[in-house]
């Protein structure tokens, strides 16, 4: 019927054939995560002013992680000497200088972004808290360093080395501290360690928190970007069968 076959020969359309074939069945993403043994292990250490500077690191990157919805990379980038870096009992505002974001899509735009994590009334879990004392752990080393993303701006790091207070440290090492607090929930075994800022947004729409008020939260540039690379789980606390049956 069909006199010349080049067309059956492309890669494109052998492809989009294979995969019509394809009877691969796609899960949802069904991860629950219970963060109770993250949040038994901060009340077992104790208060803040008891902690070691090794674990009261570890608490704050994680806390910032998933309370403020940030990367490891953005948490390296806070700029204390920004200023409208603010710090009250209730309420924390972050700047975060040069995140991964730009304006326009335009990498030489850079910005600065703002994030504000508010307190919890217990103050064995309350990032505020944490901030407070590890600032003053902190205090008398403010350091000057290049930005490691444009050397010619220079900002004063929040995060430090915990064995030296005067050297600053890089998102890897932001990330290790992350992990291990991270490596306490009880994950399934195959699981791979989700990121903190996944944890902590997926947390909050399970606990009733609006999806489009996450997304602002996190800075993350639409709910389908959301959807696809950091929630982890698709429930939510709304009773639809309540709503529908009311």
Not at 175 to 198: M, Q, V
């Amino acid at each position: 019927m069909y006199d010349d076959k080049s067309s059956f020969n492309d890669p494109d359309f052998q492809q989009f054939f294979l995969a019509l074939r394809r009877r691969e069945i796609k899960h949802t993403k069904e991860l629950n995560i219970d963060i109770k043994p993250v949040v038994d292990y901060f009340r077992q250490q104790g208060e803040n002013e008891s902690l070691s500077t090794v674990v009261l690191t570890q608490k704050l990157c994680w806390l910032l992680g998933t309370c403020g919805f940030l990367r490891p990379n953005d948490i390296m980038c806070i700029d204390l000497s920004n200023d409208k870096f603010h710090l009250d009992r209730i309420t924390a505002v972050l700047p975060i200088l040069i995140p991964k974001e730009t304006r326009g899509g335009n990498v030489v735009n850079r910005i600065c972004r703002y994030t504000t994590v508010k307190s919890h009334d217990d103050t064995l879990l309350c990032p505020v808290k944490t901030l407070t004392e590890y600032l003053r752990r902190i205090q008398g080393h403010d350091i000057d360093v290049p930005h490691p993303k444009d050397a010619s701006i220079r900002y004063r790091p929040l995060l430090r080395d915990v064995r030296d207070p005067s050297r600053h440290v890089g998102a890897e090492r932001i990330s290790n501290h992350i992990a291990f607090i991270s490596r306490k929930l009880n994950l399934p075994k195959d699981a791979k360690l989700p990121k903190a800022r996944a944890i902590g947004s997926t947390a909050a729409i399970k606990q009733g928190a609006r999806v489009d008020d996450v997304v602002v939260h996190g800075n993350w540039s639409s709910s389908v970007l959301f959807d696809k690379f950091y929630r982890l789980n698709a429930a939510t606390a709304t009773n639809f069968t309540s709503m529908v049956l009311s």
